[in-house]
C-alpha cells in the first residue's frame, strides 16, 4: 500500500534532527508558547507550586530538628525538649505528605484542562487546515500530535515544570543550610552538585534528538497501523498482508531501537547521577569526621549536614530527569506548533459579500487556472457559464482535472488565477459556512462516518428534519435499505460505512449531497458504484431534483451524460468543446471517442452486474 509523503523535516538521521532542531525556536521560546494555555489556570498552579515548595521545607526541617536532637537531649543527656523535638519532626513529616497529597489533587485539573484545550484546538485547526494540506501529511502523523504528543505535554505541566521550579529553589535552599552548618561541607557539597548539572545539560541535549527521533517513528508506525486497517480488504483480497506485516516489523525494530537508545542514554546519565551525590556524601562524612575530632563540628552539625545531602539527593538527581521530560514535551510542542503554525489559506473574508437574493445559482467560470504547490498547473484558463438551473456534465480523459474543477465551486480548493462566481459574485468574497450552505456536492469516493444514517446524510444541514431526510433518501434510491437496516435511521453504519456495500455508500453520499435542497449542486461521479439498473432509478430521480438547480455533473458514463443539458469537454487544461450531447456527438470525433471508451467500460460494468 503506498503511503502520502510526508513532510521533508521527517528524517530519520540525527543530522535531520539537528536541522530541524536549527530550524526551529529554542527550548525555552517554545516552552513559552505554552503560557496561554496555562495562564487561566495561574491560580491553581501557584498552590500547587506553594504546596510543593512548603512540602519540600517541611522535609528539610527535618534535619535541622535532628540536630537538635542529637546535640541538645542526646548530648547533654536531658530529655525535658526531647517529646517536642520528636513531636516537631512528626508534624513536619504529616505536613509534608498532606502538601503533597495537596499538589497532585489539584494539579490534575489544571493540566488535563490544558491538554483537552490544546488538542481541541488542533481539531479545530486541522478542520480549517485546506485539504491539500491533509493531501501531504500522514494521518498518523497528525493523530500521534493529537494523542502522544499531548500526553506528553500534560505530565509536562503536571510535574516537570512544578517541581524544576520547586527543585531547584530547594536545592539554593539546602545549599544555603549546609553553608550555615559548615562552609566546608558546602564546598565539598559543591564539588558533586556541580559537575551533576554540567554533565546533566550535555545529557539532555544528546537526549532531546533522540526523543523527537522517536516521535517521528512513532508516528508513522501509526500511520502504517491505520492504513492497514481501513485497507484491510485490499491487503486480503492481493495476499499483502505478510509483506505489510515486515514494513510494520521494520518500522517497529526502527522505533526500538530509538527507544533503547533513549535508555541507554538515561541510564549513562542515572549511574553519573547516583554516583557523584555518593561521592559527594562521603567526602562530607571524611572532613566531617575530621572537624569532629578536631572539636570544630558537632556530631548533630554532620549528621544535619549528610541529612540535607541526602535530601537534597533527588531534587538533584531529578533535575536531569526533569530536563529529560522538558525537552521531550518541547519536543512534542515543537510537533504541535508546526501544524498549528501551518497557514489556514482558505478562510472567509474579513468583510464577507452577502449571497445574492433571490438567489438563482448562476456559475461561471472566468478565465480559471489552477496549479499545484510544484508548479505543475492542471487548468490553464477554464471560461465556463452554468446557466441557473442548468445540468452541465464535464467529461475528459483520466487525470484531466475534472475532479479539481469541481472542487473550486466549494471552494476545498482556490484557483490560481481568474475567478469563480454565483449570481455575479466572487465565491472568494462570501462567508465560506454561507457558500457551502448553497453549493450541494457529492464525491466519487463516499466518505461515512461512525454515526447513524439520518446523522451520515443530514451532515451538512443543521436541524434537518426526519421528512427532508426520507425525501433524500427516496430521491437517492436508498430508502428501501436505510429501512431494512436493524434500527432503520437510527442504525449505526460503523467506521467508513465499510459494512454497506460501495453503492449503498455512494447513493448516502449522494442523499447528504441533495438534503439541503442547494441551489448549486456538484457531483463528481456519484453514481459509479451502482448497477445500471439502480443507476436509472437514482437517474430519473434526479431529474426530478435537478430542475431549478445548477448542477456540475462529472461524467464517466454515456448514461450520465443524458443527464446534462449541455456537456463540457476538458482536456489540455481547457473547455475543448461545449454543447449537447447529440451535437458534440455529431461534430466532435475525439468526444465520439471519449465516449466510445466510456460505453465500453459500462459493458464491462453491466456483464459483471448480470
Given at each position: ?9 521527517f ?25 496561554p ?20 521545607l ?16 542526646i ?17 513536619l ?8 497529597y ?32 491533509h493531501?501531504r ?43 550555615a ?17 554540567v ?9 532531546k ?6 516521535q517521528?517513528?512513532a508516528?508513522d ?89 541526602a ?10 530527569w ?17 501544524v ?27 478565465g ?42 466549494p ?16 465565491v ?9 450552505r ?5 464525491f466519487?469516493?463516499p ?12 451532515l ?19 430508502e ?24 449503498q ?35 430519473a ?16 458514463r ?5 443527464l ?18 447529440r ?26 452486474a448480470?
Open positions: 500500500m503506498l503511503t502520502v509523503g510526508r513532510p521533508s523535516y528524517g530519520d538521521d540525527l543530522e535531520g534532527a539537528h536541522r530541524v532542531s536549527d530550524q526551529r525556536n529554542s527550548t525555552i521560546r517554545t516552552l513559552r508558547r505554552l503560557w494555555y496555562v495562564r487561566p489556570h495561574r491560580a491553581r498552579m501557584t498552590v500547587v507550586v506553594s504546596a510543593t515548595m512548603l512540602a519540600m517541611c522535609g528539610l526541617g527535618i534535619p535541622l530538628l535532628t540536630q537538635r536532637i542529637v546535640d541538645g537531649p548530648q547533654n543527656k536531658q530529655t525535658e525538649l526531647l517529646p517536642w523535638l520528636i513531636l516537631g519532626v512528626l508534624v513529616g504529616v505536613s509534608e505528605a498532606t502538601l503533597f495537596i499538589r497532585r489533587k489539584i494539579v490534575a485539573r489544571p493540566a488535563a484542562e490544558v491538554e483537552a484545550r490544546m488538542r481541541f484546538d488542533l481539531y479545530q485547526h486541522l478542520q480549517r487546515l485546506p485539504v491539500a494540506f493531501d501529511w500522514q494521518s498518523g502523523q497528525l493523530l500521534s500530535r493529537a494523542t502522544n504528543d499531548l500526553t506528553t505535554v500534560r505530565r509536562f505541566v503536571a510535574f516537570a515544570v512544578v517541581f524544576l521550579i520547586v527543585n531547584s529553589a530547594v536545592v539554593l535552599i539546602g545549599l544555603g543550610i549546609i553553608a552548618l559548615s562552609p566546608w561541607l558546602l564546598i565539598v557539597s559543591l564539588c558533586g552538585a556541580l559537575p551533576l548539572m554533565i546533566s545539560y550535555f545529557f539532555e541535549k544528546k537526549f534528538v533522540v526523543a523527537r527521533r522517536a517521528d517513528q508516528g508506525l501509526t500511520t502504517t497501523v491505520e492504513e492497514s486497517v481501513l485497507g484491510i480488504r485490499v491487503l486480503k483480497a492481493f495476499g499483502r498482508g505478510p509483506e505489510l506485516s515486515k514494513r510494520f516489523l521494520a518500522q517497529a525494530h526502527e522505533l526500538r531501537a530509538t527507544e533503547l537508545n533513549k535508555i541507554s542514554i538515561l541510564a549513562a546519565l542515572w549511574s553519573v547521577l547516583i554516583v557523584l551525590p555518593e561521592l559527594s556524601i562521603a567526602g562530607m562524612l571524611g572532613v566531617g569526621a575530621i572537624g569532629i575530632i578536631n572539636g570544630s563540628m558537632t556530631v548533630g552539625t554532620l549528621i544535619a549536614a549528610v541529612a540535607v545531602s535530601y537534597l539527593r533527588w531534587p538533584i538527581d531529578s533535575i536531569g526533569l530536563l529529560a521530560e522538558t525537552n521531550q514535551a518541547a519536543s512534542a510542542l515543537e510537533r504541535y506548533w508546526e498549528i503554525d501551518s497557514p489556514v489559506t482558505i478562510t472567509s473574508p474579513a468583510e464577507p459579500a452577502p449571497l445574492p437574493t433571490p438567489l438563482r445559482g448562476h456559475v461561471r467560470f472566468e480559471v487556472r489552477f496549479a499545484f504547490e510544484d508548479g505543475n498547473e492542471v487548468l490553464s484558463g477554464i471560461d465556463l457559464d452554468l446557466r441557473p438551473g442548468e445540468t452541465v456534465a464535464l467529461v475528459g480523459a483520466t487525470g484531466s482535472g475534472k475532479t479539481t474543477l469541481t472542487a473550486l465551486v471552494r476545498l480548493a482556490d484557483v490560481t488565477g481568474g475567478r469563480v462566481t454565483i449570481d455575479g459574485v466572487d472568494r468574497d462570501l462567508a465560506l459556512e454561507d457558500l457551502r448553497v453549493v450541494g456536492t457529492a466519487e469516493e466518505v461515512l462516518f461512525s454515526a447513524s444514517v439520518a446523522e451520515n446524510v443530514g451538512g444541514v443543521p436541524d434537518v428534519s426526519e421528512a427532508a431526510v426520507r425525501e433524500a433518501l427516496r430521491v437517492a434510491k436508498a428501501e435499505f436505510v429501512d431494512a437496516l436493524p434500527w432503520g435511521l437510527a442504525t449505526r453504519i460503523g467506521e467508513q460505512g465499510l459494512s454497506l456495500s460501495g453503492g455508500r455512494q447513493r448516502l453520499a449522494l442523499a447528504r449531497a441533495v438534503v439541503g435542497r442547494p441551489a448549486v449542486l456538484v457531483l463528481d461521479d456519484p453514481l459509479s458504484a451502482l448497477d445500471v439498473h439502480t443507476e436509472a432509478e437514482v437517474e430521480a434526479l431529474r426530478r431534483v435537478l430542475r431549478g438547480v445548477t448542477a456540475l455533473v462529472v461524467a464517466h454515456p448514461s450520465t451524460v443524458q446534462a443539458d449541455r456537456v463540457a469537454m476538458l482536456a489540455g487544461g481547457r473547455i475543448t468543446a461545449i454543447g449537447t450531447h451535437t458534440l456527438l455529431e461534430t466532435n470525433e475525439e468526444y465520439r471517442r471519449l465516449l466510445s471508451n466510456m460505453d465500453s467500460e459500462e459493458i464491462v460494468e453491466e456483464e459483471v448480470s
